[in-house]
């Protein structure tokens, strides 16, 4: 479960032995003293697979995502979203037929990758925890100092696992988002300018999002370098 969506993501793990390098603990800062919470040893069984889960549950819980980040944005920012999610159905498709050797871009298509990126990159500053009967034999956290304080930790071994499988998946949708989005601007085109709007819009206020919550997490691990 992370903080990004109110649906649980599901995962197959099985305990390891650690090796002296591994950690064994989650961390966080109280005040000027670092506290640390001791997580039993799990990792995902299978990565490919599991990034196969991940990438179905991005897609499938987009919207509810995209609801659950802006519940507490302002009613201009969540306008703007709801308004981008309504013109995906209805904004210019590429039709066109031939041997051209870069037909137009289908915009519907872009904004439908965009809004699927968008929801895999907040979850780039998520902060993970585990829900269902299975707790991997641990307690919810009764340190009230603690950002998980009454949730199940999640091993910082499945968080490093869940980090790779989220930067693999993120790979291929970015690089397709951009090269759509470049063609579609510089076609320079006033058809398409609600479309680079909407998306430029989307691509500060995401940043904006991820740069308050990265700050929250350094703040968290006690890091002072900006």
């Known amino acids: 479960m992370s903080n990004v969506s109110p649906s649980p993501l599901r995962l197959v793990v099985m305990e390891f032995v650690p090796l002296p390098t591994d950690e064994a603990a989650r961390s966080w800062l109280d005040g000027a003293t670092k506290k640390y919470r001791a997580t039993p040893p799990y990792a995902i069984v299978n990565m490919s697979v599991a990034m196969g889960h991940l990438s179905e549950y991005i897609e499938t819980h987009m919207n509810e995502t995209i609801d659950f ?3 507490n944005q302002d009613e201009l920012v969540k306008m703007t979203y709801k308004f ?3 013109y995906m159905h209805r904004a210019p498709r590429c039709l066109q037929s031939g041997k051209r050797a870069k037909p137009p871009t289908d ?4 904004l439908m990758k965009y809004l699927r990126l ?12 585990i829900v269902g009967y299975e707790t991997l034999g ?3 956290e009764e340190d009230e100092s603690s950002p998980l304080c009454g949730r199940v930790p999640l091993p910082p071994v499945l968080i490093q696992q869940l980090d790779v499988i989220l930067m693999n998946v993120l790979e291929p949708w ?8 470049q063609r579609v601007v510089q ?3 006033p058809g398409n300018w609600l479309t680079v709007y909407l998306i430029t819009f989307m691509s500060l206020h995401c940043c904006a999002a991820l740069t308050s919550e990265n700050y929250a997490n350094a703040r968290k691990h006690g890091l002072k370098v900006r």
Do not use: G, Q, Y
């Open 69 to 71: 980040c802006l519940e």
């Open 84 to 86: 981008a999610r309504t």
């Open 107 to 110: 915009e519907r298509l872009l």
């Open 118 to 129: 968008w929801a895999a990159v907040r979850r780039t500053a998520t902060m993970e925890h």
């Open 138 to 140: 641990m307690k919810p």
């Open 174 to 181: 970015r690089k397709a988002v951009l090269e759509d989005f």
């Open 187 to 189: 076609s320079n085109k």
